[in-house]
């Protein structure tokens, strides 16, 4: 499977608890986007990196919510003290690596993510 | 403030017509423009795209029209298939590829047999 992998596909959290989404981009792309899903709403980025750096995170919440992508292994999302209003599905998308072609993002299939 | 706006929340269509999905935006430096559609339980998949050098992409039964104009895009399915019932978004990015997309909060079409 050459696609845009995401797991968990869902994960449950207690308020306080950390929540960790985990994104592997297809294979020969190595910049990553997170969006965020609100039920009735279109996806709004969070932040986009490539390989060890961030690029742009103006659109992550300042506190409690991180993301890197390692040289090696996935690209994380992680939320700390997660609350109520952080239930939503999180995508991850990726583009491939040479600049001068413009190329569409490709999806993963989101992580639902639910607070109790 | 919604720099990509998709008005219809949703549209029903016979089978066999022509869907016609209109989306506006108010960003003048967006020069790339993409359509992606979802369904329930799955990531966006990439439909179609149109750069603003161009007025028109046709890509089988799918037509993507940009009136820069007017800030303005449309794209038109035809014909309309069963299969085709989905969440339809509009997204846009400037300057080039590698740059966050902005996304309208889509419209849901229902194709009816």
């Known amino acids: 499977n050459a696609g845009v992998m995401q797991n968990p596909r869902h994960l449950v959290r207690r308020r306080g608890q950390e929540a960790r989404l985990r994104c592997s981009p297809m294979?020969?792309?190595?910049?990553v986007y997170w969006y965020r899903q609100l039920p009735e709403e279109g996806l709004k980025f969070m932040v986009y990196l490539q390989k060890e750096n961030i690029i742009d995170e103006s659109g992550m919440p300042k506190e409690r919510f991180s993301a890197e992508f390692p040289k090696e292994g996935p690209s994380i999302l992680r939320i700390q003290q997660v609350v109520r209003g952080d239930s939503a599905a999180y995508f991850c998308?990726?583009?491939?690596?040479?600049?001068?072609?413009?190329?569409?993002?490709?999806f993963g299939d989101g992580t639902r993510l639910s607070i109790l | 403030d919604q720099q990509v706006k998709q008005n219809s929340p949703s549209l029903s269509v016979q089978e066999g017509r022509i869907s016609i999905l209109n989306c506006d935006y108010t960003?003048?430096?967006?020069?790339?423009f993409l359509w992606y559609k979802k369904y329930p339980a799955e990531g966006p998949t990439f439909l179609i795209s149109?750069?603003?050098?161009?007025d028109k992409n046709e890509d089988g039964r799918f037509t993507v029209f940009l009136n820069k104009s007017a800030k303005h895009l449309s794209l038109h399915i035809v014909p309309s298939q069963p299969g085709d019932s989905a969440v339809y978004f509009c997204a846009a990015n400037e300057h080039s590829g590698n740059t966050p997309l902005v996304f309208g909060k889509g419209t849901r079409l229902s194709v009816i047999a």
């Open positions: 960003n003048s430096m967006f020069d790339y």
């Open positions: 998308a990726s583009s491939p690596t040479d600049l001068g072609r413009r190329e569409p993002q490709h």
């Open positions: 294979k020969g792309h190595s910049h």
């Open positions: 149109i750069s603003s050098i161009k």
